[in-house]
């Protein structure tokens, strides 16, 4: 954290030496990136610009999963509410879903939610209602008038939906979800999976859903951890290889025609996997890992 205040990464001024804690420090990550969109959406035409406000309210969504997740972590008494901003940590303490939807620009998600958190359902589908709206929204958003400007768009979130809804049949699976509950959960985009999406999703295990996901565009990149994984391993190993492959187009955005959508959203997506991989240092040198540790979780 010192050499970045010291290289001004950061929007908001610090004080040199200041200590901060996880949640000040997550706050300055979250304002570069809030910060950075502003800037894009000002100098972008309309229908750049609604889709990077589309991206911009990812944000708020984000914050919205938090507190999704430290109320049932607190149902279940495992919640380290003193890493918790108070705003979440109050908001999980008393259940106040009303006030949390409202907070992340969302009071649509309020009854849907509720029932799920009622129905005690898994907290990745729970997750993934939240998901499935924002990532609904950028779609919308990604169909440009200009013919240039949609594929180019498309392209970048259409793989990043793709990525969202095959981990979500794979940690579904996982956890014994059936087969009903993940269709519903997934999002209504079907980029490049094609019939390999539902197939997937009714598979009886998760090695068998990661098979059927190594016949689509995305096999390449999966086959090595298909081969290696055995049922109960962890999956954020493939979770980093999904964001790496996606890293890797958003990069070649950035050759061929020049003055098109995709550029501010490829940049976009770049830099929140930049300061994804910076969050990552920070806490894995919070918690004393060897830096040979840290390297396979980094995404860039």
Not at 129 to 156: E, F, N, P
Not at 177 to 196: F, K, M
């Amino acid at each position: 954290m010192s050499v970045l205040r010291e290289r001004g990464y950061f929007e908001a001024g610090t004080i040199p030496g200041e200590l901060l804690d996880p949640t000040s420090w997550q706050g300055l990550f979250d304002a570069k990136m809030v910060a950075l969109v502003h800037k894009l959406t000002k100098l972008s035409p309309d229908d750049c610009a609604q889709l990077l406000t589309e991206f911009e309210g990812q944000y708020g969504l984000e914050l919205l999963k938090s507190g999704l997740r430290l109320m049932v972590a607190q149902e279940e008494k495992e919640a380290p509410s003193e890493l918790s901003p108070d705003f979440l940590r109050s908001t999980a303490e008393t259940r106040n879903v009303e006030r949390l939807v409202q907070a992340a620009g969302a009071p649509m998600l309020y009854s849907e939610i509720s029932s799920a958190l009622a129905e005690k359902k898994p907290l990745p589908i729970v997750e993934a209602i939240v998901d499935k709206y924002g990532l609904t929204r950028i779609w919308v958003a990604a169909d440009m008038s200009d013919w240039i400007d949609r594929q180019s768009v498309q392209a970048l979130a259409g793989e990043h939906i793709d990525a969202i809804n095959l981990l979500l049949v794979a940690r579904s699976k996982a956890l014994g979800i059936a087969s009903d509950e993940v269709q519903r959960s997934l999002v209504p985009v079907n980029y490049r999976l094609g019939g390999a999406l539902s197939e997937a999703a009714s598979s009886g295990s998760t090695a068998n859903a990661l098979r059927v996901f190594t016949k689509t565009i995305y096999g390449s990149s999966l086959e090595r951890f298909v081969d290696t994984f055995k049922e109960g391993d962890s999956l954020h190993p493939l979770d980093v290889l999904l964001r790496r492959r996606h890293a890797a187009s958003c990069l070649s955005a950035f050759c061929g025609f020049p003055f098109r959508a995709g550029l501010p959203l490829a940049f976009v997506y770049l830099m929140g996997y930049e300061t994804a991989d910076l969050r990552c240092m920070i806490s894995a040198k919070q918690d004393g890992l060897a830096t040979e540790k840290i390297e396979p979780l980094l995404i860039l």
